[in-house]
């Protein structure tokens, strides 16, 4: 076993650590022995069920009861603030329907409920990290920057080592939690499957087409030193009818970067067209996001496009005089932004998804057809069969917000962690800094821009009347 000497580097090390090492435990027993922080993100949330049972009856007065009295509280609120969900839609008669607040019980048994615990998890504790690491670096900065050893050898007393590690975990955790959303067959149609493994193809040909024909594009991203780096091959270029052509080296890397944005795609695309603009400011009692949650969500997905944009200069670096570095860290925060705010935004995007029973019940129950005793018994089974399936599948809904908003993160952690010189340390042993470089900024931006295009797409859908495109 190997003894690591005590030096002044290897102490000054430990006590660089020895801080963020202590807030991962801090923040560890807060999120995980007092109360989890999905739960308090997803609690609460409003689920809808047609009472049947004694026990449905019972707990549906319960919720009607709990609701009035908070209808009561609410009206010596501020104007404009949203009214708790109703606890009970319609009277308790035989074509009732109830609104049912989701207990922490309901919530660890739905499926995928693991995955989004972990995903919310690891994606605030490296949001947690990232703030620490910038609040760190500026009182360094503030007292003089860096500090010097006795022999006048300058330290770096900044960097996070524990950050890259978290956030490579964070983002493995996230695509893993994705394909399997995707392609869970008890909960996933097969033509959905079908329509996402087409909207990978696609994106690997757009992603490939872009790096090929595009060098300032492939530039941005230091293609061809990964490449170079990579490969260990002396990359030449050469000029054909006013076009770059690129090595073989550098083909590669192209061709692996795609294939990661292929995969994105795929795994992104469902959730993404599940994303819809409500009339926020009607039915509000029952439906619909509040004023801050109808923000957070339209902030949510108006960020990604600013993240996308920080990779091309004329848009970003050259408008505003940013430095190299200056532009480095722009790019790393937006992405943390982004996700922080998707991440804000998950409970919004599930209760638009539970929300969608209720409105299901209002076009059965209010078609103006009238139907016999036995159609009216099977339209009410059917709609209590959609409702059922909708409150099982709140968790997967829950996963397929979360799980891009901890990629964005991770990814924008990653860019921050190779600032600080050694946040690559561990991972180096696997590839060069520069190739992990360009993998966090490529996923990220990729990640980002399919996100964004996807939910505006499936938006205006929406708007003209197409519906959820999946």
């Given amino acids: 076993m190997a003894i690591i000497a005590s030096t002044p580097e290897n102490d000054a090390a430990v006590l660089a650590t020895l801080p963020y090492l202590l807030l991962t435990i ?12 999905s739960l308090s993100l ?17 707990r549906a007065r319960i919720a009607k009861a709990t609701h009035e009295k908070k209808s009561s509280e609410s009206k010596r609120r501020a104007k404009g603030a949203r009214a708790p969900p109703a606890g009970n839609i319609d009277e308790l008669g035989e074509n009732s329907i109830a609104a049912i607040a989701m207990t922490k019980n309901q919530l660890i048994l739905k499926p995928f409920w693991s995955h989004v615990d972990r995903l919310v998890f690891f994606a605030c504790l490296v ?4 703030v620490a690491r910038e609040v760190h670096a500026f009182v360094v900065a503030s007292d003089g920057g860096a500090g ?7 330290t770096t007393t900044t960097t996070n080592v524990l950050l890259a590690p978290l956030a490579a ?5 996230a695509m893993r939690a994705l394909v399997r959303a995707a392609i869970d067959p008890a909960s996933t149609p097969a033509v959905e499957r079908h329509v996402a493994v087409a909207a990978g193809f696609i994106g690997f040909a757009f992603s490939l087409v872009f790096l090929l024909s595009s060098p300032a594009f492939a530039r941005a991203f230091e293609v061809a030193e990964t490449a170079r780096l990579t490969a260990g091959a002396t990359l030449a270029e050469t000029r054909a009818f006013g076009m770059e052509i690129v ?5 590669q890397v192209c061709v692996a970067l795609s294939a990661l944005a292929g995969f994105i795609n795929a795994a992104l695309f469902a959730p993404a067209t599940r994303v819809d603009a409500p ?16 923000t957070c969500l339209r902030v949510a997905i108006t960020i990604p496009f600013v993240a996308m944009i920080a990779w091309f200069d004329p848009l970003m670096r050259d408008p505003l005089g940013l430095s190299e570095s200056a532009l480095a860290t722009a790019k790393a925060a937006s992405l943390v932004v982004a996700g922080a705010a998707l991440l804000l935004a998950t409970p919004s995007l599930t209760q638009g998804f539970l929300d969608g029973a209720i ?14 005793a036995s159609a009216a018994l099977a339209s009410r089974n059917a709609v209590r069969q959609k409702l059922m399936v909708t409150n099982r599948l709140a968790c997967k809904v829950a996963t397929q917000a979360a799980a891009p908003a901890a990629l964005f993160v991770s990814c924008g952690a990653l860019l921050l962690a190779e600032g600080d010189g050694a946040g690559f340390s561990v991972l180096n042993r696997i590839a060069p800094a520069v190739a992990w470089r360009t993998i966090a900024s490529y996923v990220g931006w990729w990640s980002c821009a399919s996100w964004a295009f996807t939910t505006c797409a499936s938006i205006a859908g929406h708007n003209v009347g197409a519906g959820a495109l999946v």
């Fill in 359 to 372: 409105i299901t019940w209002y076009e059965v129950q209010h078609d103006g057809i009238a139907l016999d």
């Fill in 247 to 251: 090595t073989l080296a550098e083909m």
């Fill in 169 to 173: 975990f964070s983002a493995v955790s």
């Fill in 26 to 37: 801090a923040f560890t027993f807060l999120a995980v022995v007092r109360k989890s922080v």
């Fill in 279 to 294: 009339s926020w400011d009607e039915g509000r009692g029952f439906v619909g996001a509040s004023v801050a949650r109808a």
């Fill in 148 to 154: 010097s050893d006795a022999e006048g050898t300058t």
């Fill in 127 to 130: 949001i947690v990290h990232c």
């Fill in 42 to 58: 997803m609690e609460g949330l409003t689920c809808y069920i047609l009472p049947e049972t004694d026990e449905e009856r019972w």
